[in-house]
């Protein structure tokens, strides 16, 4: 059975600080990982994805992520946080022939000026 | 630009009142999915169409039903809604045949239940 686990629900970042999201999962086949961002009373908005092509994947904003197998993770990282990305930040898997997505708890994540 | 539309992005029922929600795509994707997601949670899987194809995950409340007259539309009927069912609705597409299931959101509707 595929997992995702975020750590943090909550993380806050000073302005132009590193920003790092904690992604792992769990999956039996090799899977398809994704990173989304939500902005308050909006959608959806996919970052990135990983889809075995390149481990590093870069993304919309300036957001890029990891995938390493060895440690089953998926993190988001972005060099320089802007006030703009606050917002919350949802990982998903997908693996084997499957329509649906499992989706992590999600990642609050505030930009102090 | 192709899209995923939502109509109307702010609800309001009372209790008991039948109530629809509408999806539309310019995406020509083929399956098209209906989300639950109520404050600081994931969205929660509803159901979800390949082409006409209807799938209904399993905890979804009867109250709930679904609609896709056409590829490019898809509603979301409340029987009855509760106070509980107050939530954001969103719907999403993906392309079966790609692999990879990403899934593209329209901006959603917040349902308030009076």
């Known amino acids: 059975a595929q997992s995702v686990t975020q750590l943090g629900s909550h993380v806050s970042v000073s302005e132009g600080a590193l920003v790092l999201l904690r992604c792992n999962y769990s999956?039996?086949?090799?899977?398809?990982l994704f990173w989304y961002v939500q902005y308050p009373n909006q959608g959806l908005q996919l970052l990135l994805k990983?889809?075995?092509?390149a481990t590093l994947v870069k993304g919309i904003n300036g957001f890029e992520a990891e995938f390493k197998k060895s440690e089953t993770s998926f993190h988001l990282t972005k060099p320089s946080a802007h006030m703009s990305d606050a917002a919350e930040y949802f990982c998903?898997?997908?693996?084997?022939?499957?329509?649906?997505?499992?989706w992590g708890l999600g990642t609050s994540l505030a930009v102090n000026p | 630009d192709a899209m995923v539309i939502q109509n109307p992005r702010y609800q309001v029922t009372q209790f008991g009142k039948p109530v629809t929600l509408s999806c539309s795509q310019t995406?020509?994707?083929?399956?098209m999915y209906w989300y639950q997601q109520k404050s600081s949670q994931a969205p929660k899987l509803l159901f979800h169409?390949?082409?006409?194809?209807?799938?209904n995950e399993a905890d979804t409340p009867d109250n709930f039903q679904s609609r896709r007259p056409n590829t490019s539309f898809c509603f979301l009927d409340i029987r009855s809604p509760g106070l509980g069912d107050a939530a954001m609705y969103l719907c999403?597409?993906?392309?079966?045949?790609?692999?990879?299931?990403?899934?593209?959101f329209g901006p959603g509707t917040r349902l308030t239940v009076t």
């Open positions: 999403a597409t993906s392309r079966e045949g790609q692999g990879i299931y990403e899934q593209y």
């Open positions: 995406l020509n994707h083929n399956v």
């Open positions: 169409y390949y082409d006409k194809d209807f799938n």
């Open positions: 999956s039996s086949v090799p899977p398809y």
């Open positions: 990983y889809t075995s092509a």
């Open positions: 998903a898997v997908n693996a084997g022939n499957n329509r649906k997505l499992i």
